[in-house]
């Protein structure tokens, strides 16, 4: 699945997941990685065509936008979504 990250409209990472579903290294990292809102751009219905699952057109989920915070930049921070081509979630996982 294609994932874009962005900050302050500016793109940081565009990058593919892997087959288990993972970047294979982190979105931004050190000095770049600073406070403030983020947003990361899922891909979803490209992904799913993709796997041959058949949706509508247009579909109901297509790029999914996840805003999120950063207040403490040498924490980690992980973004996981689960998704179906009607429904998702999220939430800061470990």
């Known amino acids: 699945m294609r994932?874009?990250?962005r900050r302050d409209g500016d793109v940081l990472a565009d990058m593919d997941t892997n087959q288990d579903g993972r970047v294979d290294r982190p979105l931004v990292e050190g000095a770049a990685l600073r406070p403030g809102v983020y947003e990361l751009s899922f891909h979803v219905?490209?992904?799913l065509r993709a796997t041959g699952v058949e949706l509508p057109d247009p579909p109901?989920?297509?790029v999914i936008p996840?805003?999120?915070g950063i207040a403490e930049p040498?924490?980690?921070y992980h973004v996981p979504l689960?998704?179906?081509p009607?429904?998702?979630s999220t939430?800061?996982?470990s």
């Open 45 to 47: 219905g490209d992904y």
């Open 66 to 68: 996840i805003r999120f």
């Open 3 to 5: 994932i874009v990250l």
């Open 91 to 93: 939430y800061r996982g």
């Open 74 to 76: 040498e924490a980690h």
């Open 86 to 88: 009607y429904g998702y």
């Open 82 to 84: 689960l998704v179906s």
């Open 60 to 62: 109901f989920l297509d």
